[in-house]
């Protein structure tokens, strides 16, 4: 069993960051792979970007060049960096975990926080 718990979130101008920390209980941190979903109002849950076991990352297209995901085994820790965020980056974002990718991409994982709220507005 392995429990997620989102942090970082909130309400940031257009161009502005945010750092959203996903913390993992347990001691098998290192054998998931982790993702970032966000889901806005009236759309549905996207993939933002993942993270495999080996440290290997794939963005949505909306996000590459602004958006970072890492990951420290150390601190059963994964976390995404957001730059030049924009006002449609304005959703409730996920982290989840699996010990399989493609139940990340496919977002059937087994693990889900509980959400962080981003809100991108002047």
């Known amino acids: 069993q392995v429990q997620l718990v989102e942090s970082g979130g909130g309400l940031v101008q257009p161009g502005g960051s945010l750092r959203l920390s996903c913390a993992a209980s347990g001691s098998a941190f290192i054998t998931y792979a982790m993702g970032w979903y966000r889901q806005a109002p009236g759309k549905q849950r996207e993939l933002v970007a993942l993270i495999t076991q080996g440290g290997a990352t794939n963005y949505a297209d909306s996000v590459k060049g602004r958006f970072t995901i890492s990951r420290d085994n150390a601190k059963n820790t994964v976390y995404l960096q957001m730059n030049n965020l924009k006002p449609e980056d304005t959703a409730v974002y996920y982290c989840?975990?699996?010990?399989?990718?493609?139940?990340?991409?496919?977002?059937?994982?087994?693990?889900w926080g509980q959400g962080t709220q981003v809100t991108v507005s002047s």
């Open positions: 989840n975990a699996d010990f399989s990718y493609d139940r990340i991409v496919t977002g059937s994982s087994r693990y």
